[in-house]
């Protein structure tokens, strides 16, 4: 290990004075005037593991020698090469030698990481990882089916993995045919899905799809009708030629449901029948699953209980979809098995995703305080950040920690891809508000062999993208903010499966060493629940206004009457609101005033529907 403990935290615009034992800083110490205005509060602090210890950061070293020692550049090779991990079979390099814990932080925080390591290992072994929800957490299975704590988990897997296999090959090869297409197999795949049912698929295609795949893929990520219109649009009369793909865990989320809906409607509209292009994955049972079965869908895979929505790229959701694309999803999988394997290890420092986990520990104090901007240089992993948005922060941002003490925690995950956004937002990275650290994932093969030529002597067009990246790296550092540099070779099925197994264990280190469950959800459900009530409401004012308008003459009403009617009237701002939205959706007519002027709006429905009225 380098001895050059206090190298990053030596200068004071760089590393704050600070430790994470709150209590024995003086006032003065506890702000970083050059980042956070944040003074982490005694109840964030972890407070298991290791409870008794908060663990120190360097601080006492600002002198000129240390500040001397950042910029040496024979220092910081040395750094460089102490730190470096290299996995060899994945081409896989992590280097975290521009993040500034030291050696004392390194050592207080290894007891710690001993503990997640057990914790994990027990994991993997089937214990109830979720405990709220009383789960096993599996995911790690899905690509060594014989970690799987029973034979019939192994089975069910190596099941699965073989139909989604001879299914996709059956559609390529147009062994399976759409009823009704002149082209006579599937050319367009739609998918259907949001959160985890959408992302990893998403980043997936984005990343690793042919130029020319055998089938292309569209998303319904949402409820928006333009959107979905647009998707159904753009498929023209392909639709009589696409798979749609319904992918919802639980079965009964409702922007999922609402996109079959539409999508099953494009297709009556079509005079095309649904259920021979539609395919679900879901669980056993399921609302999805029932109807599925019920109206005898092309095909159905299963999702289950013990692998999230998140973490659930592995399982049919995403290996469904990349192998209708050609994806080769046995090599997806083999990646992320040597990523698992790579990670199991108990030694710290050669254990990538412990050293992801200890770098946000250090660089946000355990508690979130810095966002992570994640800064892939290749067009084709654009999505990562996104992908990573919905890992990290519904696994980690939670409220309770895992003995019910608030902790408020989480990690913002924001970013595209460089060099783009060096000509968005890297100007306040460098210069503005202290308050991230960055990610580099860099590919070093820039093009297939062969195909590369120098636009200027000696420089191809990769060799600028390079260039912007390793600038931005140390431009960066120069003015004080940290980056850790994941490098890989190629974007292949395999760098993308060990990717995807290094930030999902990461996650779960980190989860572990700051005492929250990273496998539930709780706060999703809140907004869901408000939205359910928001929707229940319109019901009442529509019912309102039906009877209002079945008059005769029409009795257009001012908002107070309609929330006195509705026994409501607290919700009026909510009522305003329903009534803006129908109106301009011309579901209903505005007598009088304006929706811009809420207190002179008389409103009615166009048309009185008497069977409303005897419902
Ligand atoms: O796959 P489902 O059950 O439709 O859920 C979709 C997403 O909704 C959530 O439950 C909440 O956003 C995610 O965890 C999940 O990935």
Request: hydrophobic content about 40%; overall charge negative.
């Amino acid at each position: 290990m380098a001895s050059l403990s206090g190298l990053y935290s030596s200068s004071p615009s760089l590393k704050p004075a600070k430790t994470l034992s709150v209590k024995a800083l003086p006032a003065a110490l506890t702000r970083d005037s050059f980042s956070f205005p944040h003074t982490p509060k005694p109840s964030h602090l972890p407070l298991t593991l290791s409870a008794s210890r908060a663990v120190s950061r360097d601080i006492s070293h600002t002198t000129d020698a240390k500040k001397e020692l950042l910029k040496d550049p024979n220092a910081l090779w040395q750094r460089y090469l102490d730190w470096l991990y290299q996995q060899k079979d994945l081409g896989l390099y992590l280097d975290v030698s521009r993040v500034g814990f030291t050696d004392e932080f390194v050592a207080e925080m290894e007891q710690r990481f001993q503990a997640a390591f057990k914790a994990m290992e027990d994991l993997e072994k089937g214990s109830i990882a979720n405990p709220d929800e009383g789960r096993m957490v599996g995911h790690y299975w899905l690509r060594d089916s014989k970690l799987a704590p029973k034979p019939t988990l192994k089975t069910l897997i190596e099941k699965t993995l073989d139909s989604i296999c001879s299914f996709a090959d059956d559609i390529i090869s147009g062994k399976i045919k759409p009823p009704s297409s002149p082209e006579g197999r599937f050319t367009q795949i739609l998918s259907v899905g949001i959160g985890g049912s959408a992302l990893g698929p998403q980043f997936v295609a984005e990343a690793l799809a042919p130029d020319n795949p055998p089938l292309k893929i569209r998303f319904i990520d949402n409820t928006d009708p333009a959107g979905i219109d647009h998707q159904i649009a753009q498929l023209g009369p392909e639709l009589a030629s696409t798979l749609v793909i319904v992918i919802s865990k639980s079965g009964g989320t409702p922007e999922t449901r609402n996109g079959l809906l539409e999508v099953q409607k494009a297709f009556r509209d079509a005079g095309l029948n649904f259920a021979k292009q539609g395919v679900a994955i879901t669980q056993e049972n399921s609302l999805l699953d029932n109807t599925a079965r019920i109206e005898g869908w092309l095909a159905r895979f299963p999702m289950y209980d013990w692998v999230g929505g998140r973490t659930s790229v592995m399982s049919a959701v995403g290996l469904l979809p990349a192998a209708l694309q050609g994806i080769d999803i046995r090599e997806m999988l083999s990646g992320a098995a040597i990523m698992d394997e790579a990670t199991r290890t108990t030694s710290l420092k050669n254990n990538p995703a412990a050293l992801l986990a200890m770098c946000w520990y250090w660089a946000t104090d355990g508690i979130g305080s810095k966002d992570m901007v994640i800064l892939p240089y290749k067009d084709s992993l654009l999505l990562f950040s996104r992908y990573l948005q919905q890992l990290v922060m519904e696994s980690l941002g939670k409220e309770f920690d895992l003995d019910g003490n608030t902790v408020n925690q989480g990690l913002t995950v924001y970013g595209n891809k460089g060099s783009t956004d060096q000509h968005a937002y890297i100007q306040q990275l460098r210069e503005g508000v202290h308050n991230f650290f960055a990610t580099f994932i860099e590919v070093l093969r820039d093009r297939p062999p062969g195909h590369d030529w120098e636009l200027e002597p000696g420089v191809t067009c990769g060799d600028y993208l390079f260039g912007m990246l390793q600038g931005t790296r140390s431009a960066l550092y120069a003015n004080g903010r940290e980056s850790i540099s994941v490098t890989i070779e190629e974007v292949t099925p395999r760098t993308v499966g060990a990717l995807i197994a290094l930030y999902e264990r990461a996650v779960g280190l980190y989860a572990f060493i700051v005492n929250i469950n990273a496998y539930h959800q709780p706060g999703v459900e809140a907004g869901k629940k408000a939205a359910a009530e928001v929707l229940a409401l319109q019901k009442r004012v529509l019912s309102v206004l039906n009877e209002a308008s079945c008059k005769d003459p029409v009795e257009p009403l001012t908002l107070d009457e309609v929330a006195d009617r509705c026994h409501a009237p607290e919700e009026i701002e909510m009522i305003y609101k329903i009534i803006a939205h129908m109106s301009a959706n011309d579901r209903v007519l505005i007598a009088e005033g304006s929706c811009g002027s809420p207190r002179s709006v008389k409103v009615y429905l166009g048309e009185c529907n008497v069977d409303d009225l005897y419902a």
